[in-house]
Structures are given as C-alpha cells and as structure tokens.
C-alpha cells in the first residue's frame, strides 16, 4: 500500500493582519511514506521525520535565523504535520506525533490558559 501525504501551510495567519489573500496557491510538499512499516516504531518515526521536514519547508518562517520567527512557525508546522498525519490515518503514526515537541508544547499552553 502507498501512502502520499501533501502538506499545506495554512496562510491565514499570516495574511490576517494584511487583510490579503494569497495571489498563489500556499505551497505543498508531497511527502512519499510507502516504503515504510507504519506499524513498525522504527517506521513511523521515518515517516513523522520525513512529514516533519516537509512541513518546515512549506511554513514561512520555519527556518529563518531569528528564533521568534521559527516560533511564529509553530502553528502552520503544527496544522501542516497533523492535516498530513490525518491523511494518512495510522493511528501509531498519529500517536507518535502527539508525543512530539511541538504537539506537547502547544497541549501545555492550551492547558495554561
């Protein structure tokens, strides 16, 4: 079976503040997973690095030098990852991702407030 997950950055918090749509489609990378074992661990942690790369190529910011910029990432690379790890449906895939930084991270500050 081969899974393809796509993965879109969500543009509207970015351009909210514009009050602008994008002119282009937001950007997407196709991330290939049907090589790997999803229900092996060794598998899903590929598969969640390879979707986590992509989405740090599609989210703006994500890989700039100024850490309050890869901050401002956050949410996109969040949205980008979770779209893609629905996509796909595995539910070891899903669980592994939810145990990652950044799922963790954004729990504890909807916890916080």
């Known amino acids: 079976m081969t899974f393809i997950a796509a993965l879109l950055c969500a ?3 970015f351009t909210a503040g514009f009050g602008a749509e994008p002119e282009t489609a937001p950007p997407q990378e196709v991330v290939r997973i049907g090589d790997l074992n999803l229900s092996d661990a060794k598998g899903v942690a590929v598969a969640y ?11 703006p910011f994500a890989d700039s030098a100024d850490h309050w910029l890869r901050v401002s ?15 796909i449906g595995s539910p070891q895939l899903k669980a592994y991702a939810q145990s990652q930084w950044p ?11």
């Open 103 to 113: 799922f963790r991270l954004h729990q504890m500050r909807v916890s916080a407030r």
């Open 11 to 13: 543009y509207g918090s």
């Open 49 to 59: 690095g390879r979707i986590r790369w992509a989405a740090e190529r599609v989210c």
């Open 73 to 87: 990432a956050e949410p996109c690379i969040i949205q980008a990852i979770s779209r893609a790890v629905d996509s």
